[in-house]
């Protein structure tokens, strides 16, 4: 069976923050990550207005789905990440804010820098020194670089190494 073609991802880094915000009263709001599990897949489906087939990365083998949640608030989900852990690094799959995070309209800034931490903290768990990959649409390479201080590897490849990655982990996942 052939290997299917990485997604080129297209998140956009709207804010780097020490959570999420709400766009409308500058609230800050704790979030946590957890396991998407298979009661989440109703609400994470594309007739919700979700872009991606959650349903088919959660059943992958392979792959972590989580999903970002404000705390106390576990049931409406804010992002979704998919990833995969390879022997020397966490690649990034899949990455989508919820259909009400996109755009100039959003409820919150702040999702994808969460969930692009996040994989960073899971990276530096597995003794990975924060590294994490993912495959990047043309267009947002610069982006990426700028925003998460990841470097152009390959063609479409993006890489975020420790330096980056401990930036990203300290801002999310403050350690007391």
């Not at 959570?19 to 007739?47: H, M, Q, R, W, Y």
């Not at 608030?73 to 919820?98: C, K, M, R, W, Y």
Request: with cysteine; net charge negative.
């Amino acid at each position: 069976m052939k290997p299917k073609n990485p997604i080129e991802q297209n998140f956009i880094i709207d804010r780097l923050t020490d959570s999420i915000l709400n766009t409308i009263s500058g609230d800050s709001f704790p979030t946590e990550i957890s396991i998407v599990t298979k009661a989440d897949l109703d609400n994470i489906a594309p007739k919700n207005g979700w872009n991606f087939d959650w349903e088919s990365e959660f059943k992958d083998l392979k792959k972590e789905t989580y999903k970002l949640t404000i705390v106390n608030n576990p049931t409406i989900v804010q992002g979704l990440l998919t990833i995969t852990i390879e022997s020397d690094h966490i690649f990034i799959d899949l990455l989508e804010s919820a259909p009400f995070n996109v755009g100039k309209n959003k409820l919150y800034e702040g999702v994808p820098g969460n969930l692009v931490a996040y994989a960073c903290k899971v990276s530096f768990q597995k003794g990975f020194e924060g590294y994490v990959a993912f495959t990047a649409k043309t267009v947002l390479i610069d982006h990426y670089e700028k925003t998460l201080g990841a470097y152009h590897f390959k063609n479409q490849r993006m890489i975020i190494e420790t330096r980056s990655a401990s930036i990203l982990v300290e801002k999310y996942f403050k350690t007391n």
